[in-house]
């Protein structure tokens, strides 16, 4: 009966949007935590059940972020692109780009890095993040002359010297490094927090609606 099976594929499709709006709800809880590994399995399984492409970007750009942190960079590409290519009025633009082309940079694409931290520094040629890009530009092109004179050294989201390690290694305890490495931690951290806060402040700012001032 065609009915009725259009009538069963109604219910698995809501039953699919319910238990995607449920992991993007727990994804989006657990971004604002700074809890990164929740946060990335969860939007992650959001994405997998292609939600509308508002959803999309959103959960793109908090999964590519959480991501990194984790120093994931390999899976963080794609989701960084997704929301760098298709938002690119969002005010978190620029930190993606950041993030974007470090993960080229960590995976040993130098071309792709350069070429995202030179867009970055077109387009926002003065913010808190040019420090960033700047650095992430610089050891881009030290990686395509060949320079070796970086080796055995990675930088982290704000530029920050970190021991050297593997794409997907975790990041070494707070403790075990040095005082100034230990703070520029800090910072990355605090940054990315602050990054989290202002998309969910400016995504909740947007879905209230206008105040209506009632008649005397």
Same mark, same amino acid.
Do not use: C, H
């Given at each position: 009966d065609p009915l009725e099976r259009q009538a069963l594929a109604d219910r698995a499709a809501a039953l699919r949007r319910e238990v995607g709006q449920t992991a993007f709800e727990r994804g989006k809880a657990a971004f604002r935590r700074n809890e990164?590994?929740?946060?990335?399995?969860?939007?992650?399984?959001?994405?997998?059940?292609?939600?509308?492409?508002?959803?999309?970007?959103? #959960?793109?750009?908090? =999964?590519?972020? $959480?991501?990194? +942190?984790?120093? /994931?960079y390999e899976p963080a590409i794609a989701p960084l692109k997704t929301f760098v290519e298709k938002d690119r009025r969002s005010k978190n633009r620029?930190? #993606?780009?950041?993030? =974007?082309?470090? $993960?080229?940079? +960590?995976?040993? /694409?130098?071309?792709?890095?350069?070429?995202?931290?030179?867009?970055?520094?077109?387009m926002y040629p003065v913010s808190q993040f040019t420090p960033m890009l700047k650095a992430r =530009?610089?050891? $881009?092109?030290?990686?395509?002359?060949?320079?070796?004179?970086?080796?055995?050294?990675?930088?982290?989201?704000?530029?920050?010297?970190s021991p050297p390690t593997a794409a997907t290694a975790p990041i070494a305890a707070p403790m075990a490094l040095g005082r100034p490495v230990r703070a520029q931690l800090m910072v990355t951290h605090v940054i990315a927090a602050i990054a989290a806060a202002v998309f969910v402040a400016t995504k909740a700012e947007a879905a209230s609606p206008p105040a209506v001032n009632a008649e005397p």
């Open positions: 990164w590994a929740a946060a990335s399995e969860d939007l992650s399984r959001f994405l997998a059940m292609q939600p509308t492409e508002p959803e999309q970007i959103e #959960a793109s750009f908090m =999964l590519g972020n $959480a991501l990194v +942190q984790q120093r /994931k620029e930190w #993606a780009m950041t993030l =974007l082309a470090q $993960a080229y940079e +960590q995976t040993g /694409k130098p071309e792709q890095a350069a070429a995202v931290a030179r867009e970055a520094l077109g =530009l610089s050891a $881009a092109k030290r990686a395509m002359s060949g320079d070796g004179s970086d080796a055995g050294v990675t930088t982290g989201p704000t530029g920050a010297v």
